[in-house]
């Protein structure tokens, strides 16, 4: 089928990403039941309508001693833009997520592009396993921003004239950057997002560095901040324990 816009889209360029939290069972009392469970049976239902401010030493013992499966017993769901290439680091992780991300077959893709913001440091220092990023210069980041606005465009229109030619989403599409903000549901459990935010964020309490890419940090920052929302006790006790995960 030949596709014949009204008009040629225009490119758009954002240097953000978002997360929004849909769905979501969790709670740092589902921590305390799955532990309990193990020396109280059927009684551990009683931690269900428990205060778990009242156990939370037992919440830090068990992230501690690095007893992970209680912490697996929740569920939250993101809604999350991004480019295309925060996806693909994304899809590392595997134990304990599921994804379903927009498809470039079923759908146009909108043109919308990823231009990295002022503070993005753009220049790295060091040989690889030692290096550093730096400010950019003005001249720099001028450049960045025309050099990729330009690319986005050109590939944006490529796909554009195959789609009206008649030729597939599907085939046309491989024409897009790995800029292109594209849109998924993650879904994951609280132990698979602290490994998660262990690898993918930098934070002054963590005991073991991590050097992620400062875009899949961003969506991890804004999921962690959802995250410790709804399970406080478990959060403060990730944070006390070197993010690390248990």
């Known amino acids: 089928m030949t596709e014949t816009p009204a008009e040629i889209e225009k490119a758009s360029f954002r240097?953000?990403?978002?997360?929004?939290?849909?769905?979501?069972?969790?709670?740092?009392?589902?921590?305390?039941?799955?532990?309990r469970v193990s020396t109280a049976g059927e009684q551990s239902l009683e931690e269900i309508t428990k205060?778990?401010?009242?156990?939370k030493g037992l919440i830090n013992f068990l992230m501690r001693d690095r007893h992970?499966?209680?912490?697996?017993?929740?569920?939250?769901?993101?809604?999350?833009?991004a480019p295309i290439f925060?996806?693909?680091?994304?899809?590392?992780?595997?134990?304990?997520?599921?994804?379903?991300?927009?498809?470039?077959?079923?759908r146009r893709l909108e043109p919308v592009f990823y231009v990295?913001?002022?503070a993005r440091k753009l220049v790295q220092q060091g040989r690889p396993g030692k290096y550093e990023f730096v400010e950019g210069t003005p001249a720099q980041h001028e450049?960045?921003?025309?050099?990729?606005?330009?690319?986005?465009?050109?590939?944006?229109?490529?796909?554009?004239?195959?789609l009206a030619a008649g030729v597939a989403r599907e085939v046309a599409r491989a024409v897009l950057p790995v800029g292109l903000f594209s849109s998924m549901y993650a879904t994951c459990n609280a132990r698979s997002l602290m490994h998660f935010l262990g690898l993918r964020t930098q934070h002054e309490q963590a005991a073991v560095p991590s050097f992620p890419q400062r875009e899949i940090e961003m969506v991890g920052e804004r999921m962690e901040a959802h995250w410790a929302g709804l399970m406080p006790l478990t959060h403060a006790a990730f944070n006390a324990n070197g993010r690390v995960a248990p």
């Open 116 to 118: 990295p913001g002022e």
């Open 86 to 106: 925060v996806f693909r680091e994304f899809m590392r992780h595997r134990v304990g997520w599921s994804y379903n991300e927009e498809s470039g077959r079923y």
């Open 143 to 162: 450049l960045t921003g025309r050099v990729m606005e330009d690319a986005y465009r050109h590939a944006y229109e490529a796909y554009q004239e195959m």
């Open 15 to 35: 240097s953000d990403v978002t997360v929004e939290l849909v769905k979501h069972s969790a709670a740092d009392s589902d921590v305390l039941w799955a532990a």
């Open 51 to 55: 205060d778990p401010e009242r156990s």
């Open 68 to 81: 992970g499966s209680p912490f697996e017993h929740n569920s939250m769901t993101f809604f999350i833009s």
